[in-house]
DNA sequence: TGGAAACCGGACCAAAATGGTACTGTTTTC
DNA sequence: GAAAACAGTACCATTTTGGTCCGGTTTCCA
């Protein structure tokens, strides 16, 4: 389905839920309650989104998370690759060399070229846009062009 | 990762042999061979491209495959899809509603936004393209035009 | 008329990834 | 020192994926 993993996409709830509040350190059970998550769902997300440097933890009594940088300065492609890791829609187009019909199957040149191309878009979608709810389209006006497909 | 398929790593290299050959309908172990790949796989593969109307498919001695469609005709969107179906990075951003959380996560519309971005990249990549990304013809010295029974 | 080539449609299974949870430790505040 | 809250990790159930196989059907050719 060409999907990004379910985790990812709470990840995004979790994320704008917090962009929400930028003052405050908010706790994982407060989290999960605006995000309507179960807890321990979260608080994976938030050490694996702290990993990345996505949010700032604090320990301790009236510890929390908090973003670690402005919301404009987050991407949609800092979320999805803390959750899976580096872009590329291949594995061929991640490291060459792990395929031994790399030589001659020849499509891994296409293969890394759209996975540049949704890099781009990945990019240009910030965390500010999408609390704004109402994002423009990301890099290009792309709107479906046909929908017609047999 | 946000990857794609194996399968539908494959099912691009298999689509790019037949388009070598525009002329000639070939076997499912002539794909195999020249692709590289198990035949089960590419056997399995066919029938998804052909369910997909990507392949036309003849039935018999001397029968085959055959591109349905001219290489300029035919998208990696349509690949992918015939493999993983309808195009969107989240489960929520195909069929809303599916979601009770929909309501106030208010990220499906961004997702959306970046799905349909994609979809339209996918879309601006043919196969004609991808056959010229090759870096050469690979094995196609071996003239075995047509009905190589041998 | 018979056999062989080749596709068709499934079922089937093993392996891996995913989603989700639980437990124990460590840090900080009061 | 007790409680709150994160850190790390380990674990398991479920699903998805990858890959294979089999019987059936169609077509061509001798
Ligand atoms: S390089 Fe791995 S399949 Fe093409
Ligand atoms: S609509 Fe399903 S998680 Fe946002």
Redesign the pocket.
Same mark, same amino acid.
């Given at each position: 389905?060409l999907?990004v993993?379910? /985790?990812?996409?709470?990840a995004t709830v979790v994320m704008t839920v917090i962009a929400t509040h930028p003052a405050d350190? +908010?706790?994982?059970?407060?989290?999960a309650d605006e995000a309507r /998550?179960? +807890?321990?769902?979260v608080?994976?997300l /938030?050490?694996l989104l *702290?990993?990345a440097g996505l949010v700032e933890?604090?320990? *301790?009594?009236?510890?929390?998370?908090r973003l670690a940088r402005p919301a404009e300065a987050i991407s949609l492609a800092d979320i999805v690759e803390a +959750?899976?890791g580096p872009i590329g829609l291949t594995e061929c187009s991640i490291a060459q060399g792990h395929c031994d019909r790399h030589a001659q199957c020849g499509v891994s040149g296409s293969w890394q070229s759209v996975s540049g191309a949704i890099d781009g878009v990945l990019r240009g979608m910030t965390l500010a846009q999408m609390l704004a709810g109402r994002p423009a389209a990301p890099a290009k006006g792309a709107a479906n062009p046909a929908q017609a497909n047999a």
């Open positions: 389905m999907r993993s379910r /985790l990812t996409d709470y350190v +908010l706790s994982t059970a407060q989290i /998550l179960e +807890l321990p769902t608080s994976k /938030l050490k *702290g990993h933890s604090f320990r *301790g009594v009236n510890g929390g998370y +959750l899976e």
